[in-house]
């Protein structure tokens, strides 16, 4: 199997006192998922051949086929085909503090897209039940989800204002998000056409 490259999660944290009073932070967050599930040579019935999975088990021929058990198929859920994902987080604020306040302003922004292509071998899976057919799921392939979080962006500011024995916590907060689906075209498959 081609697992491809490796996957990452990558954090990084800034934080610098400039005085007693003032403090600057920051920080990122990334992520890389590429999970390629293609096979590196030809599988010996091919990759059209129907998954099965036995739920129960039996024996047949004195061999034991235990339960919860797919066969003809990549492992679990995963289908042969490409997925893809990638974000990252980024955060600043700025905190002032006096005796009578506790001002902090900031801002958080997050963006990421993600790609999952699959194509499940024979199009279909077979479900059985002690060796008997039980159901059968057919797939509309090839299956494409792509998905962009072009920004989902915060921007805050709060405020801990004490005069005499009041305490005011005042906070103000704007949220944008700009998400989206690109349009997408697929290639007729063995139970659909052209999509």
Same mark, same amino acid.
């Given at each position: 199997?081609? #697992? ?53 088990? &039996?024996?047949? =021929? ?8 797919? &066969? ?7 289908? &042969? ?10 955060? #600043? ?22 790609? #999952? ?8 899976? &077979? ?6 057919? #039980? ?33 005011? =916590? ?7 998000? =700009? ?6 075209n697929l290639p007729a498959g063995v139970f659909v056409p052209a999509r």
């Amino acid at each position: 199997w081609n #697992f491809g490259p490796p996957n990452y999660l990558l954090q990084a944290t800034w934080s610098f006192p400039m005085t007693n009073r003032l403090m600057f932070e920051a920080g990122n967050t990334s992520l890389i998922f590429d999970y390629p599930t293609i096979p590196t040579e030809d599988l010996p019935l091919g990759t059209d051949q129907i998954s099965v999975l036995e739920l129960t088990g &039996y024996t047949v =021929n004195g061999v034991q086929v235990p339960g919860n058990f797919r &066969y003809r198929s990549s492992a679990g859920g995963w289908r &042969y085909g490409h997925k893809i994902s990638k974000q990252s987080n980024q955060r #600043f604020a700025v905190s002032y503090v006096t005796g009578s306040h506790a001002l902090r302003v900031g801002l958080q922004v997050m963006e990421g897209w993600r790609h #999952f292509y699959q194509e499940p071998n024979g199009t279909m899976d &077979y479900t059985f039940s002690n060796g008997v057919p #039980f159901s059968i799921t057919q797939w509309a392939t090839p299956l494409l989800d792509e998905e962009r979080l072009k920004a989902s962006l915060g921007l805050y500011a709060q405020d801990q204002w004490t005069i005499k024995r009041l305490t005011l =916590n005042l906070g103000l907060r704007f949220d944008y998000l =700009n998400a989206g689906v690109p349009e997408t075209n697929l290639p007729a498959g063995v139970f659909v056409p052209a999509r």
